[in-house]
């Protein structure tokens, strides 16, 4: 005996396996068993703004490298200001609080006037003034570009530092600090 089910049109039958079991000896292949097999999966949808571009088209490549620029541009914003704000006339920038407070040199002191030393292509005068920054710019160029790189070719810009790198770079920039404020550490000084 069959009865169906009206609101979701399932065929059940009562006394026995259902048509479309496979517990008897040979599975059943009438239609109703044809008509409750599975759907086949429909595809899946292609991955729109929201999900990763792995295009390599033209446009997939300039949007994926439009966060590398943007962080390009925003660098280059800060060192155009510095390099036309002279940080060497008073009033322009804070003073440094440690510095003020303390008499003790930061690793940052002497920065603003390396970068603008830098900018106007006087790297001599950026090393006595923070060589420790003219270090962080050429650090920076290097990510950025290994940054564009990786980018361009659609692999991700992981750069996978361990604690023992970054402890060594904690390690280098106290060893910096210390030796600055040293009597001997004198061509430190900003």
């Known amino acids: 005996?069959?009865?169906?089910?009206?609101e979701s049109q399932r065929v059940t039958q009562t006394g026995g396996p259902a048509p479309w079991s496979t517990s008897g000896t040979e599975p059943h292949t009438g239609p109703a068993a044809q008509a409750h097999t599975a759907p086949a999966p429909a595809p899946a949808a292609p991955a729109g703004p929201a999900g990763p571009s792995t295009g390599t088209g033209t446009g997939a490549v300039l949007r994926r490298l439009a966060v590398p620029a943007g962080m390009?541009?925003?660098?280059?914003?800060?060192?155009?200001?510095?390099g036309a704000v002279d940080p060497?006339?008073?009033?322009?920038?804070?003073?440094?609080?440690?510095?003020?407070l303390t008499g003790v040199y930061c690793p940052g002191?002497?920065?603003?006037?390396?970068?603008?030393?830098?900018?106007?292509?006087?790297?001599?005068?950026?090393?006595?003034?923070n060589a420790l920054a003219v270090?962080?710019?050429?650090?920076?160029?290097?990510?950025?570009?290994?940054?564009v790189i990786r980018v361009v070719r659609?692999?991700?810009?992981?750069?996978?530092?361990?604690?023992?790198?970054?402890?060594?770079?904690?390690?280098?920039?106290?060893v910096f600090t210390v030796v600055r404020n040293l009597p001997f550490g004198g061509w430190l000084h900003p």
Not at 1 to 6: D, E, P, T, W
């Open 1 to 6: 005996m069959r009865r169906v089910n009206a």
């Open 72 to 82: 390009l541009a925003a660098v280059v914003g800060a060192f155009a200001y510095v």
């Open 88 to 100: 060497n006339q008073p009033g322009h920038y804070p003073v440094c609080p440690l510095l003020r």
């Open 109 to 129: 002191c002497g920065g603003l006037r390396s970068a603008h030393a830098f900018v106007h292509g006087d790297i001599a005068a950026a090393l006595t003034d």
């Open 135 to 147: 270090a962080g710019y050429v650090v920076f160029a290097a990510v950025w570009a290994f940054w």
């Open 154 to 174: 659609g692999r991700p810009a992981r750069l996978d530092l361990g604690p023992v790198h970054l402890w060594s770079v904690g390690a280098f920039v106290l």
